[in-house]
């Protein structure tokens, strides 16, 4: 004879089938022969059920932000190469130094000064011409990944000092010139070209489109595929006012391989649902398009926006024709 | 960092080195802020929850015993911290003053589904604040994080029998707050398998 | 019936499919009973399985559920079971059944609950489904609304005004011979058919993007657009609207064979298209390898790929993909939605796209390249050529022709052919970047101007010393222009740029990377 009220007391190890397989049968057997133990049992599955309606709650990005700041409060010095250094690199802390006291005189060392020819401010500037010894070259993996503050980086350029090694690089000026090399799957590499991607402010030079282009080429490949750079591109196609600089994001975004973010796909439905541009929602319903080759199931809000696209009269048929297509190609969650 | 297990991080963490931060930050920060979240209903008490609890386990690191589960550690830092703050006795006026934090509703949903699905939220809100704070504890773990009876045990700093208990009792508690406002006045509901 | 055969094909298809999944199954049939208000409302959301409402004479709602699981062993099936559940709720005005499946589980299981539900005629039903083979909704008077993914919807008998939309589904509306009331039935890539009989008179609206228009009925219709409009039968009563994008919208008359079956043609320019004989779907490619002499297509929806043009090419396309090889003689490409590639043309080009980004390898004559939105890439000119874009970049790789660039939003990029002593080059951006790269003995009259709000961002950077730079400003922007000669001078070179920089570059084997796929 089994003890109801002992049942009672398991019935929740039986809901997280944490009870062992003996025990567990006996549970079961004893609650199909008891009317009152079943209809406990349900009432119990009903309630773990409903329990089951709380939302999961974003966690706000301030809460990340003030976290890293604690950490880290000395680093936040502006136009300092804000990479905090890592214990056993102590001459990066070294190079950091010098592009600190070189930074103020940066345009005199490591630039031909403009040439002025109305008395107003240089307008007219030279071409960078940098010898590799005025060039400052770091290996990414001596950088921590955070990259704090939100440093002003011009002149961004991507370098690949050797086609055969797998490694990349990225040049930029802060306070001097800067070269960080190393594989495109090394985290601080990633997280440096998410925040030149993301970053508004930053001039890249001599083109945006073009570094999208250059994250394009090595990032469609599978070995370094990372989710941080889609997100990156997302964020680029949400908030970038620049319709060369969107088209280029979706379009990488449309030939980067692995799993796609619930973010990136939210960036993708937004920019299909209201981008202005007709190019930048083709592109859009393409990626997604992708993304439902790939077998990924898409959730009701997905389906509906697809739905809405195909069936509005005053878009473009093309788009509302490729959304039809995703439709008809897509697994509902 | 990504490929490196909990351990690595945190041995990197106790040498000295903070670069770790975010990567384990980005691992656990979901899980810790919901369940402090839902602990304590308040969602400026569970941002500062999250603050001391991470601050502490990088600079206390060393309290870290290598061959247990972070999560654990993590976790139990939290409900000291959610416990201690709920002892406060001016805390617990702001407790029920929290605005509700939902998500979009999918666009799926009829108006009556969306309005259904609000009221099931609320519900469930209002039944686990009924919940005395171990009870609560030890379901959050339970039916949100997964967590066994002994793991919740070592967080609770109790005995595994203790937190059978409180999980009953609580399941109790819910059970009847949310299945007997279910069939209250005139709406009702069936649930058939 | 093509429909019902359909239906049966894909019932098999499954029943073959399933065994290399399911090795154990549990079906659990149950009944249920509710009372139910006369004008009550009863809604079914069902995730997966097929729905039956009828509507009966009794003033109460019987649901017949029958919950399949199919699971690859014993603990999955029941895994399988207590994960779907079915939760009945509401009051007798408004009566909600649906079925609950957790956002995420294991693949290990798949389940669907079948409903037949008898109701009150008198209700209004709606039915909410993700994926059915068949919903099935008869005999009812008061309003109806399907909304559901895939599956036919079939609505029999339905008095009361119904709207469907369905996303992959089919959906056959048998209208009642009395009290027809208004319904809305729209598919994105299913046909839509309204079978009525031959007395019924009712407004017939239409729409189908790339299918066809088809009916047994003396109709006549007119055209507005994609949409047309026209009466069966007496003129005036309610208004049947059918929809699709890709499939075929039908009304059909009761008894009448469908040998006799007509199509509304659509008097529209792009006709010619190589449209099949009824019921076939509407070509989606048109491929050729080589074209003798002149291509001309012109097409209402499709993609037009040719690989060789020895002639001339006149391609227009409403919407599609346009893919020309080489072509040998003028080309002249139209499209109003969707991206151009063109090859190596040796005549002149006029290549056209209201949406979409134009690829172009050679235009050895020049001509005009314009796109409503999207990038355009030239990688060699050889004559004047004028590109346009409404918001995206521009790159010309190699230009060795007078170039005329204009774009709203995005950056230009061009590249002179480094033997060119002077050419003339426009570039204009109404929100970007331009870039001139030059051979270091270019010789030219440089006029550039950059309109800014963020004079430290935005600059013109030359490594030309004899430029003279003014600044101004002008309504809170900064202008800032600079004219000179570069090399002693030759054809004027204009660049405008707003919100962005102004770069000129004359080193020798500056790279502009064009990435073309």
Not at chain 1, 130 to 142: D, F, G, K, T
Not at chain 1, 268 to 273: R, V
Not at chain 3, 171 to 188: C, M, W, Y
Not at chain 3, 426 to 434: R, S
Request: proline share 5%.
């Amino acid at each position: 004879m089994v003890d109801c009220h002992a049942m009672r007391e398991s019935m929740p190890q039986l809901l997280t089938e944490s009870l062992d397989q003996g025990r567990r049968e006996l549970a079961h057997q004893h609650i199909e022969s008891c009317p009152a133990c079943t209809a406990e049992w349900n009432a119990y599955r009903e309630t773990w059920t409903l329990l089951g309606a709380l939302p999961e709650v974003e966690v706000p990005a301030r809460v990340r932000e003030r976290f890293l700041a604690e950490l880290a409060p000395a680093a936040a010095v502006d136009n300092v190469v804000p990479f905090r250094r890592r214990v056993a690199t102590k001459w990066v802390a070294q190079a950091a130094a010098v592009a600190l006291v070189v930074g103020t005189s940066f345009y005199a060392g490591h630039r031909s000064r403009g040439v002025e020819i109305t008395p107003t401010k240089a307008t007219v500037e030279r071409m960078p011409a940098y010898s590799i010894a005025e060039n400052r070259v770091l290996p990414a993996s001596a950088l921590s990944p955070d990259i704090q503050g939100r440093p002003n980086i011009h002149n961004v350029q991507f370098v690949d000092p050797d086609a055969s090694d797998n490694k990349i690089g990225l040049a930029f000026d802060v306070t001097s010139h800067v070269t960080v090399t190393g594989s495109p799957t090394d985290r601080s590499m990633i997280r440096l070209l998410a925040y030149v991607l993301e970053n508004e402010n930053s001039d890249v030079s001599p083109s945006r489109t073009r570094a999208i282009e250059w994250v394009k080429q090595t990032y469609s490949d599978p070995q370094n595929a990372d989710p941080e750079i889609a997100s990156a591109l997302a964020k680029v196609l949400r908030n970038d006012s620049h319709t060369g600089v969107r088209i280029s994001a979706v379009d990488t975004l449309k030939t980067l391989p692995g799993s796609v973010s619930a973010d990136t796909k939210a960036a993708l439905i937004d920019a299909l649902k209201s981008d202005p541009n007709p190019a930048v929602r083709i592109k859009a319903v393409e990626a997604l398009a992708n993304i439902a080759r790939s077998g990924a199931t898409m959730d009701a809000a997905t389906l509906d926006t697809l739905r809405q696209k195909a069936a509005q009269d005053d878009e473009n048929l093309y788009v509302r024709l490729k959304a039809g297509e995703v439709l008809s190609s897509i697994r509902p969650q | 960092m990504k490929h490196l297990s909990d351990q690595e991080l945190m041995r990197i963490v106790q040498a000295g080195d903070y670069s770790p931060a975010s990567e384990i930050y980005d691992r656990y920060s979901a899980r810790i802020y919901n369940f402090a979240f839902r602990f304590l209903k308040n969602a400026e008490a569970a941002e500062d929850a999250m603050q001391e609890v991470f601050v502490k386990m990088m600079k206390h690191a060393n309290q870290f015993q290598g061959d247990a589960k972070l999560s654990t550690w993590l976790f139990s830092i939290t409900a000291n911290w959610c416990r201690d703050y709920l002892r406060k006795a001016d805390n617990k006026a702001k407790e029920a003053e929290d605005v509700l934090v939902t998500l979009p509703a999918p666009g799926e949903l009829s108006p009556e589904r969306n309005l259904e699905k609000r009221e099931d939220e609320q519900r469930v809100q209002r039944a686990l604040q009924a919940l005395t704070p171990e009870q609560r504890e030890a379901i959050l773990l339970s039916r949100y994080q997964g967590l066994s009876y002994a793991e919740i045990a070592q967080i609770a700093g109790c005995s595994e029998g203790a937190v059978k208990t409180r999980v009953f009792r609580a399941m109790e508690t819910l059970k009847k707050a949310l299945t007997s406002e279910a069939s209250g006045g005139n709406q009702w509901s069936t649930v058939m398998r | 019936m093509m429909v019902r055969r359909l239906t049966f094909a894909l019932i098999v298809l499954l029943a073959y499919a399933m065994p290399a999944l399911a090795e154990v199954r549990s079906v659990k049939r149950t009944t249920r009973e509710y009372p139910m208000y006369l004008g009550g409302t009863f809604v079914v959301e069902n995730a997966a399985g097929d729905v039956e409402v009828l509507g009966s004479d009794d003033p109460k709602a019987v649901i017949v559920m029958e919950k399949t699981v199919r699971a690859t062993d014993n603990d999955a099936l029941e895994d399988g079971v207590q994960q779907t559940i079915v939760r009945v709720l509401g009051d007798e005005k408004l009566r909600e059944v649906q079925t609950v499946l957790p956002a995420i589980h294991s693949d290990k299981w798949t389940s669907a609950v079948k409903f037949m539900i008898k109701v009150p005629r008198t209700v209004h039903v709606k039915i909410i489904s993700l994926s059915a083979t068949r919903i099935h909704v008869a005999n009812i008077r008061g309003n109806v609304s399907v909304k559901s993914f895939d599956g036919s919807v079939l609505l029999d008998g339905v008095t009361g005004a119904s709207i469907v939309d369905t996303a992959n589904g089919n959906v056959i509306f048998n209208a009642p011979a009395v009290n027809l009331s208004n319904a809305q039935l729209s598919s994105v890539n299913g046909t839509v058919e309204v079978h009525a009989p031959a007395n019924a008179s009712f407004q017939w609206v239409g729409e189908t993007i790339k299918g066809e228009a088809l009916t047994t009925f003396p109709a006549r219709v007119t055209f507005l657009g994609t949409r047309f409009r026209g009466g069966v039968n007496a003129p005036g009563g309610p208004t049947i609207t059918t929809q699709s994008l890709t499939g075929n919208v039908a009304v059909l008359q009761n008894g009448v064979p469908m040998s006799q079956v007509k199509r509304l043609q659509r008097p529209d320019t792009f006709d010619p298209a190589p449209f099949g004989p009824p019921l076939r779907r509407v070509v989606q490619t048109i491929r050729q390898q080589i074209v003798q002499g002149t291509f001309e297509v012109s097409t209402r929806i499709g993609n037009v790929a040719v690989g060789e043009i020895r002639g001339n090419a006149r391609v227009t396309t409403g919407a599609g993909e346009v893919q020309l090889g080489s072509v040998f003689g003028n080309c002249h490409v139209t499209s109003l939605g969707g991206p151009l590639n063109i090859g190596d043309v040796l005549g002149a080009i006029t290549a056209r796209t209201e949406a979409g980004d134009v690829l172009v390898q050679a235009a050895r004559n020049g001509g005009t390249i314009t796109t409503g939105g999207g990038t355009i890439r030239l990688l060699y000119t050889g004559g004047d050529t004028r590109l346009q874009s409404g918001g995206g970049d521009i790159i010309v790789r190699q230009a060795a022709g007078p170039i005329n660039a204009e774009t709203q939003s995005g950056d230009i990029t061009i590249a002179v052919d480094g033997g060119l002593k002077t050419e003339k080059v426009t570039a204009k951006t109404a929100k970007g970047n331009v870039m001139l790269n030059v051979a270091p003995a270019f010789g030219a009259d440089i006029d550039a101007t950059v309109i800014t709000s963020d004079p430290d961002v935005n600059n013109i950077v030359a490594d030309i010393p004899s430029l003279q730079v003014r600044r101004e400003e002008i309504g809170g922007k900064t202008k800032i222009r600079a004219t000179g000669k570069l090399n002693g001078g030759g054809d004027r070179v204009e660049l405008y740029a707003e919100d962005g920089s102004i770069q000129i570059n004359t080193h020798a084997g500056a790279p502009v990377t064009v990435i073309t796929r």
